[in-house]
């Protein structure tokens, strides 16, 4: 708990962050409350407010402005615990909940064992300023496709459809296809599109200028076929640390791909993922467990693994074969990462031996 652990005043802040402003509640070494205020959610408000303080342990909510608080606060001196409140059904399910209260109740857990808040460790700001890069894309990607089933919708709605095509070359496919009486309101949500198509082609060469430059770790997570740059790039800046988990199997739970546990006595159902973690990172992965398994995908370990679950016949079997390759593929990449080892793809079955 910390590097600050020896020159720590006793005294325990709980910070509820709002949009506009901040509730503090500052609890004493005896845990009374000291002081209940309200402090305006900047980086100068807090920090004028938080430099007046001894080196304290502050207890923050895991949210939109918890980033910058922690990096501020951790200049300061302070040890700071980002809660994951939704992990405490005493914060999140609460008959009574403001935002004083959770300041208080946020406060009260730090002081007494800050592992019953679940608490986490916010990225460097670099890794985030890097990672918004990768979410933008995305961003436009996601609009793109929707621009584009709504025009195809409304199309068809008329009695006529457009040809496939990629989304790159829609604009300029189904142009001519367009009915007459739909081209005057259509045509310039063609316009958006490749608009749209040209801004995510400079985002992409930024990506791959941003990951060779700063990340040559992805080069050897592209050693796996079906791990393009977004993907590597998108693991390497979402684990930041590799060192951080000591097993690399540990990395199918952190991304969500662990199947959920209810066992009481001599039941034990099976259920669905429990989905925590990155979800753009895990769906990622999830399309690159399709490509490996699909018709294109090169022979591997990974693939005829994935075949033989998928070939057990029982229900879902195709779909649980692929998050299953999914969660074995987070592993492999992180094992790739912290070795350095060149990739081989038959390390189990030889090259040659039967499929």
Known sequence: ????????????????LGDKFSCLCVLDESGEITEETRVATTPKALGRRMSEMARCRVVVEVGTHSPWVQRQLDGLGHEVIVAN?????????SPTKNDRLDAERLARLGRMDPKLLSPLRHRKAQ???DRALLRSRGALVETRTKLINHV??????????????????????????LPEELKSNLLPMLTVIETLNATIRDYEKRIEHVATER?????????????????????VVTIEDPH??????TLGAYLGLRPRESQSGQRAPELRITKAGDTELRR???GSAHYILGPFGVDSDLRRWGLSLAGRGRKNAKKRAVVAV?????????????TGEVYEPLRVHPAGSAA
């Open 1 to 16: 708990m910390g590097k600050h652990s020896k020159s720590m005043s006793g005294v325990t802040v709980g910070i509820d």
């Open 85 to 93: 409140a939704r992990q405490v059904r005493l914060i999140h399910k």
């Open 127 to 129: 890794t985030q300023v």
């Open 152 to 177: 195809r919708g409304i199309v068809k709605s008329c009695g006529a459809r457009l040809r496939s095509c990629s989304a790159r070359s829609f604009h300029r496919q189904v142009a001519e296809e």
């Open 215 to 235: 990340y040559p770790e992805t080069e050897l997570l592209r050693q796996v076929t079906g791990v393009g740059l977004l993907t590597a790039l998108s693991y």
């Open 244 to 249: 951080r988990f000591y097993r690399s199997r």
């Open 284 to 286: 990622l992965l999830v």
């Open 326 to 338: 999914a969660r074995k593929l987070a592993v492999l990449l992180h094992r790739l990462w912290v």
